[in-house]
């Protein structure tokens, strides 16, 4: 079993930036690829972005290029999401995955991922 807790959600300036976190317990982080979700309301779940196991690959939404990095320290066990240049459109419960597989491959699809943060509320006011 996997325990997921993220945190450093909160409100924010259009322009402003935020840094979420999320830490990992329970399984060995450090084999698995993570990721970022978000969800608005009314909208489906959708990639935000994603790290390979050792953090030598990355993928990123096209709507968060260039914003946004997503970085992991496998011996905090912790994953991390700095998020720059926030539109009030990046509104949204943002939540950290872990992937089922060891793969070397990053999923932009919710289903590949396994276990799953409770999630944090970032709102960016215009």
């Known amino acids: 079993q996997v325990h997921l807790v993220e945190s450093g959600g909160g409100l924010v300036q259009a322009g402003g930036s935020l840094r979420l976190s999320c830490a990992a317990s329970?399984?060995?982080?450090?084999?698995?690829?993570m990721a970022w979700f978000r969800q608005a309301p009314g909208k489906e779940r959708e990639f935000v972005a994603g790290?390979?196991?050792?953090?030598?690959?990355?993928a990123f939404a096209d709507s968060v290029k260039g914003r946004f990095t997503i970085s992991r320290d496998n011996a905090k066990n912790t994953v991390y999401l700095q998020m720059n240049s926030l539109k009030p459109e990046d509104t949204a419960v943002y939540s950290c995955?872990?992937?089922?597989?060891?793969?070397?491959?990053?999923?932009?699809?919710?289903?590949?991922?396994?276990?799953w943060g409770q999630g944090t509320q970032v709102t960016v006011s215009s």
């Open positions: 995955a872990a992937d089922r597989t060891m793969r070397l491959t990053i999923a932009t699809t919710h289903t590949t991922y396994e276990y």
């Open positions: 329970g399984r060995t982080f450090s084999n698995y690829p």
């Open positions: 790290i390979a196991w050792n953090g030598g690959r990355t």
